[in-house]
């Protein structure tokens, strides 16, 4: 080979080395930020799907987080593993009752992923400590339900399924709510902890809407009353009554930082139990929570539409002699602001409240069926150990003011 040749040839060398280094760099760099990506990204991320297929292993429950979380699985989400759980131990004090100590609630949540598409979640509950005819002891599973994660827009589920109405039912656990007892409009008019056979779709749709649809179980009139509403009308899924099915549904827009709004619907018919009775339960429900800086303010209104009670409490009274006087609505609000005195968020959280309810269980205003509520406490978390308190004013027109003191202590694990 001539010097020449050689000349050219190393010219055409060093040429394609230098014009490649910019783009060997290029590559090496998007290299090492690909391999950056995959170990901060949790192994059972769907990358296709975007669904974070596992289960947060995280035991922070803190307030403040869990008033911002839109997860509406908190509730059965395992935080140390596929095995979890929570205890509820309460201090009652009543103006002219005896004070009274109660192991509320222990509840384990088991969860297991058969793959990275199809989940289980479950919820055990027991309350009161022991079930026998004597006490109010009750066990319960209240979750049961298999998850087919298909995409963001669209997600099957079937088996024992929360309602999803209102704020607290999908996501009861102590740290989401203030105070140790729930709201009387979600225990009355949403019988909280709400739950039973179904099946249905969730998803995630436009610019931070979420909605779930489901077909479950409807209710039973013939365990309504006057004092407790809906309460007893749960079939909770033992040999539930399959003559009707009832449908319901939530929306939620969670596309602003800080806030959500949702609305929920939910209707069916509930006269199995009397042939001749034309007897249906349409409940429509609205609630909203923001959270900013310090503050948190939430509230939520829910109106309930009973169909045929006039025949239902004629029947009732030929049946077991007495009258229960269930209305034909049902309506409540309540309006909650709170106020974190630790700006630093979990471990440690500091929390002052207040709650203003109105709960009326007869439309036509019967005085003892009105309800008005006013709750003021503290709240605080370290680790996973919540110790709420909470004095609570109760007022009613045909008797005197009652004063409450609650207090409790709830461990998660």
Known sequence: MSAKN???FSKIIC???????PNLLAQEELSKRVRELRQEQPADFDGQTGLDMAQPASNNLSLRRQADDDNTTSSAVSRTGPISGYMDFHFNNVEFQDPVLDFHRFVLLFTHSFSDRVRFVSELELEHAVVSPETDGELELEQAYIDFLMSRNFNLRAGMVLAPVGVINERHE?????GVERPSVETVIIPTTWFGAG???HGEVGSGFRYRVYAMETLDASGFSAESGLRGGRQKGAESNAKHVAGTGRVEYVGTPGLVLGTSLWSGDSGFAFPRGDLSVTMVEFDGRYHWAEFDVRGLYAHAFLDGMAELNNSLQRIVGINPNIAEQLRGFYLEGSYF???NPAPRELAV?????NLIRNIECRADLIRLRLSTGIRGHSESHIFPTRMLRSKSITRCNAIEVRSSCAELF
């Open 6 to 8: 050689i000349f050219l």
């Open 15 to 21: 040429l394609l080395v230098f014009t490649n280094v």
């Open 174 to 178: 102590p740290p989401v709510f203030h």
């Open 199 to 201: 099946a249905g779709i």
């Open 341 to 343: 005195l630790l700006a």
């Open 353 to 357: 409240f207040v709650r203003y309810e």
